[in-house]
């Protein structure tokens, strides 16, 4: 059995909210400390655990698949950035972000969504195919991140919301524990919701 992990976490931030759901979903022994770090742990852990196949699969081009969303992911999908833009940037500058702005971000989470949904979920469950991986994990961290702008960016991409709602029945009941931080981020600043 694997030594204990000790993952140093923060709630609102996605990449460790999928550090920690991988942790939790394929049981792997660990304890939280606040703050933050994410993917290469991930691969680690993995690397020292035993674990369902899907999360990172054996299959070299499953496991292609899982690795070409985490790179796409770092140069596409965290450049919207709705945490630093709609609440970290106004926070420290004290200056409202402006309504051109947030339109801006959200046309371009629309963009990068859209391309998601065409490029990787096309005729598949999930990322990699038809059961849930790290990448799933990963991404639905990123685009509930989107919570945080209070605008409704989610119904426009119906597929996107059903794969959302697929990942999260695969990764219950660890992914209501971990996401709660966020959802309750969210509840104390008084930002409108959407489903």
């Keep these: ?5 000790e993952l140093y976490h923060h709630p609102v931030s996605q990449p460790s909210r999928s550090v920690l759901l991988t942790l939790k979903v394929t049981n792997a022994p660990h304890k939280v400390n606040i703050v933050n770090f994410e993917k290469a742990i991930v691969k680690y852990v993995l690397s020292n655990i035993e674990f369902d196949d899907h999360w990172y699969p054996s299959d070299l081009k499953k496991r292609a698949r899982v690795d070409e969303y985490i790179s796409y992911q770092h140069t596409t999908v965290r450049e919207i950035h709705f945490l630093i833009n709609f609440i970290y940037k106004p926070m420290l500058t004290r200056q409202p972000i402006s309504e051109e ?9 629309h963009d990068v969504w859209q391309g998601f949904e065409g490029y990787f979920l096309k005729d598949r469950q999930f990322i990699a195919g038809e059961e849930v991986s790290i990448a799933d994990i990963f991404a639905v961290s990123e685009i509930l991140q989107s919570k945080i702008s209070g605008r409704d960016v989610l119904s426009a991409h119906p597929n996107l919301v059903a794969w959302i709602e697929r990942t999260k029945a695969a990764t219950q009941p660890q992914f209501d524990e971990v996401f709660k931080g966020l959802h309750e981020f969210v509840k104390a600043r008084n930002i409108p919701t959407y489903p």
Excluded: D, L, S, T
Excluded at 1 to 5: D, I, L
Excluded at 101 to 109: C, H, Y
């Design 1 to 5: 059995m694997a030594a204990e992990f």
């Design 101 to 109: 702005r947030k339109q801006e971000i959200v046309n371009n989470f």
